[in-house]
T-cell receptor, first 113, second 116 residues
Framework: DAKTTQPPSMDCAEGRAANLPCNHS???????VYWYRQIHSQGPQYIIHGLKNNETNEMASLIITEDRKSSTLILPHATLRDTAVYYCIVRATGQGGSEKLVFGKGTKLTVNP | GAGVSQSPRYKVAKRGQDVALRCDPISGHVSLFWYQQALGQGPEFLTY????????KSGLPSDRFFAERPEGSVSTLKIQRTQQEDSAVYLCASSLDSHTASYEQYFGPGTRLTVT
C-alpha cells in the first residue's frame, strides 16, 4: 500500500485559506488520493478525491502535482468548524478487491479566531 | 436521507465478557467496512463485506473478533472474551460499490468500547 506523509499539526486563522500538504511518493498509477476529516467524537467525513487532475467541490480543492507524488488540500475560507484531523489517504486494494482505506495519523488543523 | 447508524454509541464491558456492536448502513449500499480506532490514532481496517459476503478479514486482530452481515444489510461485529486492549472506537462505513469507479465511504458515529 502506498504510504502518505503529513505534518502532525497546522494552524490557520479564521477566514484565511488552509493549505494541507501530503506526500505520497510511492503512489501507483491507478490509485486515487482521498481526503477525509474527523471532527472530535465523530466518524470520518469524506471531503474530496482525485486521480490526476485538480478537483474542486463545495468543501475544498485538491491540487495534485504532475508526478502525483504529492498533493495539497485547500480549504479556501477556513472557519472554526473546520478544526479537525485531516487524513490524506491513497486508496488501497486488499483481498477480494476491497477498497479499504489506510489511515495515517493525519494533520491536526486548528482554526483560530 | 439517513446516514450510517451504529449502536450502542457507548459500551462498557468487564474483561472476559462478549460484546456485539451493530451497524446499519445506508440503504442500498453494497459495501460495508469495519474499522477500529484507538485513542489518538487513525482508524485501522478490520474487515469488509460486499453484500453478505465477507471478502476481506485481514485486519481482524484475533479469532476473538467475528463479523457478519447475513442479509447483506445490517452488520454485527462481535468480540468474544474482551480484553483491555480491545478498548477503542469501532467505526462502520458503507459505500455504494467498491468495485466500480471511486466511491467514497460514509462513516457512522462509532461505538466507544471500554473494557474494564
Amino acid at each position: 500500500d502506498a504510504k502518505t506523509t503529513q505534518p502532525p499539526s497546522m494552524d490557520c486563522a479564521e477566514g484565511r485559506a488552509a493549505n494541507l500538504p501530503c506526500n505520497h511518493s510511492t503512489i501507483s498509477g491507478n490509485e486515487y488520493v482521498y481526503w477525509y476529516r474527523q471532527i472530535h467524537s465523530q466518524g470520518p467525513q469524506y471531503i474530496i478525491h482525485g486521480l490526476k487532475n485538480n478537483e474542486t467541490n463545495e468543501m475544498a480543492s485538491l491540487i495534485i502535482t504532475e508526478d502525483r507524488k504529492s498533493s495539497t488540500l485547500i480549504l479556501p475560507h477556513a472557519t472554526l468548524r473546520d478544526t479537525a484531523v485531516y487524513y490524506c489517504i491513497v486508496r488501497a486494494t486488499g483481498q477480494g478487491g476491497s477498497e479499504k482505506l489506510v489511515f495515517g495519523k493525519g494533520t491536526k488543523l486548528t482554526v483560530n479566531p | 436521507g439517513a446516514g450510517v447508524s451504529q449502536s450502542p454509541r457507548y459500551k462498557v464491558a468487564k474483561r472476559g465478557q462478549d460484546v456485539a456492536l451493530r451497524c446499519d448502513p445506508i440503504s442500498g449500499h453494497v459495501s460495508l467496512f469495519w474499522y477500529q480506532q484507538a485513542l489518538g490514532q487513525g482508524p485501522e481496517f478490520l474487515t469488509y463485506f460486499q453484500n453478505e459476503a465477507q471478502l476481506d478479514k485481514s485486519g481482524l486482530p484475533s479469532d476473538r473478533f467475528f463479523a457478519e452481515r447475513p442479509e447483506g444489510s445490517v452488520s454485527t461485529l462481535k468480540i468474544q472474551r474482551t480484553q483491555q486492549e480491545d478498548s477503542a472506537v469501532y467505526l462502520c462505513a458503507s459505500s455504494l460499490d467498491s468495485h466500480t469507479a471511486s466511491y467514497e465511504q460514509y462513516f457512522g458515529p462509532g461505538t466507544r468500547l471500554t473494557v474494564t
